[in-house]
């Protein structure tokens, strides 16, 4: 099913780019630490060549991280973030037009990859954990990615690892992940980020049972919140714990074929963004999905 997408984004960015047919957007992790160990480069150089091959591979966006989001990753202090991430940055954007996002919750990571030429701030916490990162935002009209949570990484566990179904009371978790992205659009706006700027994440992994995963999997274009224009959406699904569980418990390095179709899956529902490892085979997937 389609959704009315912005035209291009970040609005107000020099680089920005269309969302119509959906567009990937690659993950680097300057991490040491985060789930899947194939997306973690630690040396700014090999950082560089790495995500240049996910630009040449059809990446138009490069989500750059200095802190793992995965369950029960420890906190990183901003200016170990910074020291990871900020080198990435400016020489990627020396040597290339591609949009660049930085994966944090924190204003002041978020204001030193601005300064060297970042475009987007993506946002898993939603604006909840730095309420100047929001301003920051409007301030710069960077684009802006806020997504769905119920708790912080470090006090989450795995998908398959839930005891039971997290609770998202009578209301489903479809009902409830829709009420939470409205607020937070809310949220944003009222700190004075244009709707424009702002593209929201249901948050797949994130405080929810693989059940409930494929749930808002499949309903996706039940998401836009109400009373405001339709809103695009941004999806990693990228060989999360929730894609092994129904492969039969595969390991992380053996879930590409099950996120390629869980990807194609959202582009189908209305996604506009899908953030993936794996560029190439991603692009390709899409190609054939919208054909010629």
Not at 142 to 166: C, F, I, K, N, W
């Amino acid at each position: 099913m389609s959704r009315d997408r912005l035209s291009c984004w970040p609005p107000q960015s020099p680089r920005s780019i269309e969302l119509d047919p959906p567009v990937v957007m690659g993950i680097l992790n300057t991490t040491p630490d985060s789930f899947h160990a194939g997306s973690r480069v630690l040396d700014p150089e090999a950082a560089l060549a790495h995500a240049l091959e996910m630009v040449d591979h059809g990446a138009r966006i490069i989500d750059i991280g200095g802190e793992s989001t995965r369950p029960g990753a420890d906190r990183i202090e901003a200016d170990e973030q910074i020291r990871r991430t900020q080198p990435v940055i400016k020489a990627l954007r020396a040597v290339s037009d591609v949009l660049i996002s930085i994966d944090t919750t924190s204003q002041v990571v978020a204001a030193a990859a601005l300064e060297v030429g970042a475009d987007i701030i993506n946002d898993v916490s939603g604006g909840e954990e730095d309420p100047g990162l929001l301003h920051l935002a409007a301030e710069s009209c960077a684009g802006l990615v806020l997504m769905h949570r119920t708790r912080p990484p470090d006090q989450d566990v795995y998908s398959h690892d839930h005891p039971a179904e997290p609770d998202f009371g009578s209301q489903g978790v479809v009902s409830a992940v829709r009420g939470s992205l409205e607020s937070m659009l809310s949220r944003a706006m009222e700190a004075g980020v244009s709707h424009g700027q702002i593209v929201l994440d249901p948050g797949f992994g994130f405080g929810k049972s693989v059940v409930q995963n494929f749930e808002l999997l499949r309903s996706l274009d039940s998401l836009d919140p109400r009373n405001l224009p339709p809103t695009p959406l941004l999806v990693g699904l990228s060989r999360k714990s929730f894609i092994g569980a129904v492969l039969g418990d595969r390991p992380v390095d053996e879930r590409l074929a099950g996120s390629v179709a869980a990807g194609l899956m959202a582009a189908q529902g209305g996604a506009s963004i899908i953030r993936t490892h794996d560029v190439l085979e991603t692009v390709d997937a899409l190609a054939i999905l919208h054909g010629p």
